[in-house]
């Protein structure tokens, strides 16, 4: 949430600091103004004081001029009284004769006459003597009350600070209301700003009730918007476009692609990625891929990425680290590497996600492979050394009986031996590709017969007992002799070797439910095979290990089988078995094979 300023704006210091000058100014110009006023009223009043002590000065002496002299003094008294009366500011009269002695003195009657004469003012009394010549007789004085100076310039006080107050106001008011108006179209202004910020291109304010710089401002505003607005519009169908092919190949790669930011959120991950991590977007789109858990409830990714952190950049880019997770039952190769903008600049890092589940099951086979290639060489070369050495020095002790029992044992050995490294050679010739198969139309029937013959001896060890199956005039195919005989005798020496004691071998030849294949079975009361080892069994180097699967051997016998009949048949090897009743493994082969691959 934005954190409110409680401190006064800037703005807002200026109007006070304007408030206060402008009060200062008016109140200055008052006072001013008034005094001014009250100067000048002051002034005249005392002009009217002289003059109207002059008038009564030239009055009093012209009207006592002819009277007699006992009658002066009554007329003077009658003069003063009617101007007296008809003058509210006169507060009193004095007559005073040349030598300054008071001769009369008419004063209204006020409680306190000093404070009521506020102004005196004299003039001196001149009559003309018996030469005509002017002479001073004596001087009158008047003191006016100062009461009409006291109204006017209270008045004007009064209407001044009426004029002065009402101007503050207005003046005031006039700053108020324009402050509020311009703080009302500067936030108009800043709310559009901050919408523009959170990215509302195109966003306008409304200039109605504006004027002036404001209006120019908001009109730019507009503009600014709406042109960014187009220019929003048309970078985002760019970028749209960009983006969408981008992702379109992040989404095709079938390695597994997750990025992260340089806080470790997932910011992308690819359909592969989800698919061998086994999560959805939203469980890892913005979480922290240390987070992730395989299916054992481990975090396989902490410590690496840890480690990844811990060492320097440019190590980390030369050679990215590597380490392989267990998902399910896949193993995932994961190689962190480290993102950089286009400014070099450590944005993140890319862990790309390679399904390494094969080629760690191929190497666990191979290793595999080798330990019992070398056990099965070991067993029958231990066995002849030994049975050869025998003879070689004690052939002349033993009868001719166990002499032949001897041979014999080295026979079987030997042929044990041959077939093993022939099953090698066959492999590594194979998977070389270069080999040329030769086919003739053949009856596949005596060729069966003639492989169960070669087995007899084998089986006969067991107890086992064949028994032949054959439809009646199955056509002839084409079919390479000696590489289907390997791969009967591979399939019937495995029937052999699984089976128990006095076990029953069925071998069917006849036409498949597709008219266009023929048929050949080899069913035996074996073991059997698990269902999740059927898929796999015809893999090189797969072998079956458990309780029930002790019997040694290379896991390149059925691997063999599905090379001749699919790859140099286009036919197709299946297997039908139950742990426990037996399995049935054979195959599929082309009546009219369509000759296009390679051999
Ligand atoms: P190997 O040399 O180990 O027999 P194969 O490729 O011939 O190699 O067979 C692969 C695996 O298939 C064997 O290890 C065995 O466990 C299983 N297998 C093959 N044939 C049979 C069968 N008839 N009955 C039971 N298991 C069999």
């Known amino acids: 949430m934005e954190k409110r300023n409680l401190s006064i704006s800037t703005q807002n210091k200026l109007i006070l600091l304007g408030l206060v000058i402008s009060t200062l100014l008016i109140v200055g110009l008052a006072v001013f103004a008034i005094t001014n006023i009250q100067q000048k009223i002051s002034e005249v009043y005392s002009g009217f004081g002289e003059i109207l002590t002059k008038t009564l000065a030239i009055e009093s002496v012209e009207i006592t001029k002819d009277v007699q002299e006992f009658d002066k003094f009554s007329t003077l008294q009658a003069h003063t009284k009617s101007i007296m009366d008809s003058n509210n500011e006169i507060a009193f009269i004095e007559f005073q004769n040349d030598k300054n002695e008071v001769i009369y003195s008419s004063k209204k009657d006020f409680p306190n006459r000093a404070k009521q004469a506020l102004i005196t003012s004299s003039s001196q009394l001149l009559a003309d003597n018996a030469d005509g010549i002017k002479i001073n007789i004596g001087k009158v004085i008047v003191g006016l009350s100062g009461g009409a100076t006291k109204d006017i310039s209270h008045a004007t006080k009064n209407s001044m600070l009426v004029v002065f107050t009402v101007a503050w106001l207005v003046f005031t008011f006039v700053i108020l209301i324009n402050t509020i108006l311009i703080t009302r179209e500067l936030s108009m202004l800043h709310h559009g700003v901050k919408k523009i910020s959170t990215g509302a291109f195109g966003y306008t304010l409304d200039d109605k009730n504006t004027s002036g710089e404001i209006k120019d401002l908001i009109n730019a505003f507009n503009d600014m918007s709406l042109r960014l607005h187009q220019y929003e519009e048309k970078n985002v169908d760019q970028l749209t476009?960009?983006?969408?092919?981008?992702?379109?190949?992040?989404?095709?790669?079938?390695?597994?692609?997750?990025?992260?930011?340089?806080?470790?959120?997932?910011?992308?991950?690819?359909?592969?990625?989800?698919?061998?991590?086994?999560?959805?977007?939203?469980?890892?789109?913005?979480?922290?891929?240390?987070?992730?858990?395989?299916?054992?409830?481990?975090?396989?990714?902490?410590?690496?990425?840890?480690?990844?952190?811990?060492?320097?950049?440019?190590?980390?880019?030369?050679?990215?680290?590597?380490?392989?997770?267990?998902?399910?039952?896949?193993?995932?190769?994961?190689?962190?590497?480290?993102?950089?903008?286009?400014?070099?600049?450590?944005?993140?890092?890319?862990?790309?996600?390679?399904?390494?589940?094969?080629?760690?099951?191929?190497?666990?086979?191979?290793?595999?492979?080798?330990?019992?290639?070398?056990?099965?060489?070991?067993?029958?070369?231990?066995?002849?050394?030994?049975?050869?050495?025998?003879?070689?020095?004690?052939?002349?002790?033993?009868?001719?009986?166990?002499?032949?029992?001897?041979?014999?044992?080295?026979?079987?050995?030997?042929?044990?031996?041959?077939?093993?490294?022939?099953?090698?050679?066959?492999?590594?010739?194979?998977?070389?590709?270069?080999?040329?198969?030769?086919?003739?139309?053949?009856?596949?029937?005596?060729?069966?017969?003639?492989?169960?013959?070669?087995?007899?001896?084998?089986?006969?060890?067991?107890?086992?007992?064949?028994?032949?199956?054959?439809?009646?005039?199955?056509?002839?195919?084409?079919?390479?002799?000696?590489?289907?005989?390997?791969?009967?005798?591979?399939?019937?020496?495995?029937?052999?070797?699984?089976?128990?004691?006095?076990?029953?071998?069925?071998?069917?030849?006849?036409?498949?439910?597709?008219?266009?294949?023929?048929?050949?079975?080899?069913?035996?009361?074996?073991?059997?095979?698990?269902?999740?080892?059927?898929?796999?069994?015809?893999?090189?180097?797969?072998?079956?290990?458990?309780?029930?699967?002790?019997?040694?051997?290379?896991?390149?016998?059925?691997?063999?089988?599905?090379?001749?009949?699919?790859?140099?048949?286009?036919?197709?090897?299946?297997?039908?078995?139950?742990?426990?009743?037996?399995?049935?493994f054979g195959f599929r082969l082309p009546i009219n094979p369509v000759e296009n691959v390679e051999e």
């Open 241 to 584: 476009l960009e983006r969408n092919k981008f992702e379109a190949v992040l989404m095709s790669i079938v390695n597994g692609v997750v990025v992260c930011d340089n806080y470790d959120n997932v910011v992308l991950v690819n359909n592969a990625a989800k698919k061998m991590l086994e999560v959805e977007d939203e469980q890892i789109l913005n979480t922290k891929i240390q987070m992730y858990c395989d299916t054992d409830g481990e975090l396989c990714f902490k410590e690496k990425i840890e480690q990844f952190k811990d060492t320097p950049l440019d190590i980390m880019e030369n050679k990215p680290l590597e380490f392989n997770i267990e998902v399910g039952d896949k193993i995932l190769k994961c190689v962190i590497s480290p993102m950089f903008s286009k400014n070099q600049d450590y944005v993140g890092y890319v862990i790309v996600l390679i399904d390494v589940t094969k080629e760690v099951e191929i190497d666990k086979m191979k290793s595999n492979f080798i330990s019992n290639v070398s056990h099965e060489l070991r067993t029958p070369v231990t066995v002849l050394r030994t049975y050869i050495d025998t003879l070689y020095n004690h052939s002349d002790d033993f009868d001719e009986k166990t002499n032949k029992e001897f041979f014999e044992v080295i026979n079987k050995e030997a042929a044990r031996l041959q077939k093993m490294v022939n099953d090698i050679l066959d492999f590594s010739r194979l998977e070389a590709g270069n080999v040329k198969v030769e086919k003739e139309m053949t009856n596949i029937v005596p060729v069966i017969e003639q492989e169960i013959k070669c087995m007899q001896v084998l089986a006969e060890e067991k107890n086992i007992t064949f028994s032949i199956i054959k439809e009646p005039n199955l056509p002839d195919i084409p079919i390479n002799v000696d590489s289907i005989e390997r791969a009967l005798n591979n399939l019937l020496s495995n029937a052999i070797k699984y089976s128990p004691e006095n076990g029953r071998i069925k071998v069917r030849a006849e036409l498949a439910k597709d008219p266009a294949y023929v048929e050949i079975s080899v069913e035996d009361q074996g073991c059997g095979i698990p269902e999740e080892h059927q898929k796999k069994i015809f893999e090189r180097f797969y072998r079956v290990e458990n309780d029930t699967h002790t019997v040694k051997g290379t896991g390149l016998g059925l691997h063999l089988v599905k090379i001749t009949i699919e790859k140099h048949h286009q036919g197709e090897v299946f297997v039908k078995s139950k742990p426990g009743d037996g399995s049935t």
